[in-house]
């Protein structure tokens, strides 16, 4: 089917307004999937594909050969091709995650109530704090088996949720032996990622940033790879740093990430950047996270660049990094992505995401317009210039096709498209949180959780199945995960105790 045929059929439809509930509960996955010349059919699903140009169906068909979606449409003529019955479940692209610290997953819920900083309050939130017990305590105790277990054991629950593409942002390059774990470990978890060679501890065997030659070339000579590379440039670490890591990732060909957070002191560098006096450029290839705190300069040189800004919503809110600086980017014309940042604190998976943005950004300007009421009119309109609410379609487009764009990768992931590599999710629209269906969009930002994630597909091939992920012996990696949790809490001599820090 031709991409004209595709956009027509579009409006066409089914007959059937309402397609069947369901459809069956016992199936094997077809063999082989993502392999060269492997054909398979997601039959008869809602289908939402994120691309304006292909549209949405309320029942329609996605054909998949190798690693790459084919067509897409109602009836589709794939004979020969393996069926995936779909009745029932919404399809739509993997979400993207464009900034987690895959390895800190030992340190979960350990901070349920910190803060970045200890703010000398002496309250339950100033003890433990992340960057005292987290990047200057835990993480200073990693091997290179931590690394890799933790990163791994991160991946797979995030695939598990529906998170088909990650920015991994990796601050534990203590040596080249921790580098290479973190890597393989995005390799073996079988997801899209792009792997962040962040800064490590600063010990002397640490070849930040000079080893990203090494690892450019060992691990990533091609950028068609299914995890690609990404600098880590933080401008925290001083001038004479972030310029090298700076101007040696634009040697390299890489995209550049850093954080952004006025409440880290990070607002001076941010303006030395914006006059031009940091010896660097902001370019297009720059990624900047949270951008919490920073001045109306700072961010008019980060649009005028065509910078891209990821945000954190939920982790900004908790851990006063500051207010996500959502409306800002609506004033300015920019959209973001959506990261979940770091498990210590909260979760990491879509939904919370996506419902933190939009409720968030709708308690600040449902706020403003109420506060313009008079007394005779006590539920107002907004006024002019009253920055327009969030819809699930908008914190939808930040969780898939921003994401991929944001990453340098929407030339193959964040929207079903023909032509585009299949990262799909099927989700569970019969479940008990969300029958009847109303609303795809809506259900699935609004109603649905990690429970409804059914089937899972990356590059073409099924990473979960009917509920059940595929490759991965979770017992034992979770016993591995467990003893290197050990191992942390005695080298840095923090009492085990599951009630003490929370």
Same mark, same amino acid.
């Given at each position: 089917?031709?991409?004209?045929?595709?956009?027509?059929?579009?409006?066409?439809?089914?007959?059937?307004?309402?397609?069947? &509930?369901?459809?069956?509960?016992?199936?094997?996955?077809?063999?082989?999937?993502?392999?060269?010349?492997?054909?398979?059919?997601?039959?008869?699903?809602?289908?939402?594909?994120?691309?304006?140009?292909?549209?949405?169906?309320?029942?329609?068909?996605?054909?998949?050969?190798?690693?790459?979606?084919?067509?897409?449409?109602?009836?589709?003529?794939?004979?020969?091709?393996?069926?995936?019955?779909?009745?029932?479940?919404?399809?739509?692209?993997?979400?993207?995650?464009?900034?987690?610290?895959?390895?800190?997953?030992?340190?979960?819920?350990?901070?349920?109530?910190?803060?970045?900083?200890?703010?000398? &309050?002496?309250?339950?939130?100033?003890?433990?704090?992340?960057?005292?017990?987290?990047?200057?305590?835990?993480?200073?105790?990693?091997?290179?088996?931590?690394?890799?277990?933790?990163?791994?054991?991160?991946?797979?629950?995030?695939?598990?949720?529906?998170?088909?593409?990650?920015?991994?942002?990796?601050?534990?390059?203590?040596?080249?032996?921790?580098?290479?774990?973190?890597?393989?470990?995005?390799?073996?978890?079988?997801?899209?990622?792009?792997?962040?060679?962040?800064?490590?501890?600063?010990?002397?065997?640490?070849?930040?940033?000079?080893?990203?030659?090494?690892?450019?070339?060992?691990?990533?000579?091609?950028?068609?790879?299914?995890?690609?590379?990404?600098?880590?440039?933080?401008?925290?670490?001083?001038?004479?740093?972030?310029?090298?890591?700076?101007?040696?990732?634009?040697?390299?060909?890489?995209?550049?990430?850093?954080?952004?957070?006025?409440?880290?002191?990070?607002?001076?560098?941010?303006?030395?950047?914006?006059?031009?006096?940091?010896?660097?450029?902001?370019?297009?290839?720059?990624?900047?996270?949270?951008?919490?705190?920073?001045?109306?300069?700072?961010?008019?040189?980060?649009?005028?660049?065509?910078?891209?800004?990821?945000?954190?919503?939920?982790?900004?809110?908790?851990?006063?990094?500051?207010?996500?600086?959502?409306?800002?980017?609506?004033?300015?014309?920019?959209?973001?992505?959506?990261?979940?940042?770091?498990?210590?604190?909260?979760?990491?998976?879509?939904?919370?995401?996506?419902?933190?943005?939009?409720?968030?950004?709708?308690?600040?300007?449902?706020?403003?317009?109420?506060?313009?009421?008079?007394?005779?009119?006590?539920?107002?309109?907004? &006024?002019?210039?009253?920055?327009?609410?969030?819809?699930?379609?908008?914190?939808?487009?930040?969780?898939?096709?921003?994401?991929?764009?944001?990453?340098?990768?929407?030339?193959?992931?964040?929207?079903?498209?023909?032509?585009?590599?299949?990262?799909?999710?099927?989700?569970?629209?019969?479940?008990?949180?969300?029958?009847?269906?109303?609303?795809?969009?809506?259900?699935?930002?609004?109603?649905?959780?990690?429970?409804?994630?059914?089937?899972?597909?990356?590059?073409?091939?099924?990473?979960?199945?009917?509920?059940?992920?595929?490759?991965?012996?979770?017992?034992?990696?979770?016993?591995?995960?467990?003893?290197?949790?050990?191992?942390?809490?005695?080298?840095?001599?923090?009492?085990?105790?599951?009630?003490?820090?929370?």
């Amino acid at each position: 089917m031709t991409h004209q045929l595709m956009k027509e059929s579009r409006h066409a439809r089914t007959a059937a307004r309402h397609p069947p &509930s369901a459809g069956p509960a016992h199936q094997d996955p077809p063999p082989d999937t993502g392999a060269p010349g492997r054909r398979y059919v997601i039959r008869g699903g809602a289908v939402m594909s994120m691309d304006p140009g292909v549209g949405d169906f309320e029942s329609a068909d996605v054909l998949v050969e190798g690693g790459t979606i084919t067509a897409i449409g109602p009836g589709l003529d794939a004979a020969g091709a393996a069926v995936i019955d779909a009745r029932g479940r919404i399809v739509m692209p993997g979400f993207v995650d464009t900034h987690h610290h895959l390895f800190e997953t030992a340190e979960r819920a350990f901070l349920a109530n910190g803060l970045l900083l200890d703010d000398g &309050s002496g309250s339950p939130s100033a003890y433990p704090t992340y960057v005292e017990h987290i990047l200057n305590g835990f993480a200073r105790a990693y091997r290179p088996q931590d690394v890799y277990v933790n990163v791994l054991f991160a991946g797979l629950s995030q695939l598990d949720a529906g998170v088909t593409t990650v920015l991994d942002v990796s601050q534990i390059h203590h040596s080249p032996e921790h580098t290479d774990a973190a890597v393989q470990a995005l390799i073996d978890t079988g997801r899209r990622a792009a792997f962040g060679y962040f800064e490590g501890d600063g010990r002397p065997e640490a070849r930040y940033p000079e080893d990203a030659r090494r690892v450019r070339e060992q691990w990533f000579p091609s950028d068609e790879q299914l995890v690609t590379m990404v600098m880590g440039g933080e401008v925290h670490l001083g001038r004479d740093v972030y310029t090298r890591s700076w101007t040696l990732a634009r040697e390299l060909g890489l995209r550049i990430a850093a954080h952004a957070v006025g409440a880290f002191g990070m607002r001076p560098a941010f303006d030395d950047l914006a006059r031009g006096a940091g010896g660097v450029e902001v370019g297009p290839d720059n990624l900047f996270i949270h951008m919490t705190g920073m001045s109306d300069q700072a961010w008019t040189m980060l649009r005028d660049a065509g910078a891209q800004v990821s945000i954190a919503f939920p982790i900004e809110m908790v851990m006063r990094h500051g207010t996500p600086p959502i409306i800002k980017m609506q004033e300015l014309g920019m959209e973001p992505s959506l990261s979940s940042d770091v498990e210590t604190t909260m979760a990491a998976d879509p939904f919370t995401l996506m419902r933190t943005a939009m409720a968030m950004q709708r308690m600040v300007v449902n706020e403003r317009v109420l506060a313009g009421a008079g007394d005779g009119d006590p539920y107002p309109a907004p &006024s002019g210039d009253t920055p327009p609410l969030l819809t699930v379609r908008d914190v939808l487009r930040y969780a898939t096709v921003n994401g991929a764009g944001h990453l340098g990768l929407a030339d193959r992931t964040g929207t079903l498209t023909p032509g585009k590599q299949a990262d799909i999710v099927l989700l569970d629209a019969t479940a008990l949180n969300v029958a009847p269906l109303n609303s795809v969009p809506g259900a699935v930002v609004t109603l649905m959780d990690r429970g409804n994630v059914e089937t899972v597909i990356v590059g073409g091939r099924i990473r979960k199945w009917r509920g059940r992920l595929l490759g991965a012996d979770l017992p034992r990696l979770r016993a591995e995960l467990e003893a290197s949790r050990d191992h942390l809490f005695k080298e840095t001599g923090l009492r085990q105790d599951l009630f003490a820090y929370s």
